[in-house]
Nanobody, 123 residues
Framework: QVQLIESGGGLVQAGGSLRLSCKVS????????MGWFRRTPGTEREFVAS????????YYSDSVKGRFTISRNNFKSTMYLEMNTLAPEDTAVYYC????????????????WGQGTQVTVSS
């Protein structure tokens, strides 16, 4: 059974940085395209970034491009999201997902999900 566990969320001031991690177990991590999504209360899950199984291809939403960086370490079965210049509108629960290639930008492209980690950015 594939399990995804996010970590690294927390409370940070505007302009600060956080690094999220997503550890995958129960399957071969390197076979999956991976993605980060986020959700605020009353909204749908919103695409943040995604990365191919090799790590060579990455995709970002316009709202985070230039501030966030997605990466992965296939030896550690872990994906990361480096978030810089955080703003209050980045406050959300962040989820990681695993799915088939190519990396998608919609939740239906992902078969497995973590439980989420809360990121709160204060102004």
């Amino acid at each position: 059974q594939v399990q995804l566990i996010e970590s690294g969320g927390g409370l940070v001031q505007a302009g600060g940085s956080l690094r999220l991690s997503c550890k995958v177990s129960g399957s071969t991590f390197r076979q999956y395209a991976m993605g980060w999504f986020r959700r605020t209360p009353g909204t749908e899950r919103e695409f943040v970034a995604s990365i191919s199984y090799s790590g060579l291809s990455t995709y970002y939403s316009d709202s985070v491009k230039g501030r966030f960086t997605i990466s992965r370490n296939n030896f550690k079965s872990t994906m990361y999201l480096e978030m810089n210049t955080l703003a209050p509108e980045d406050t959300a629960v962040y989820y990681c997902g695993a799915g088939d290639e190519p990396p998608g930008t919609t939740p239906d492209r992902y078969d497995y999900w973590g439980q989420g980690t809360q990121v709160t950015v204060s102004s």
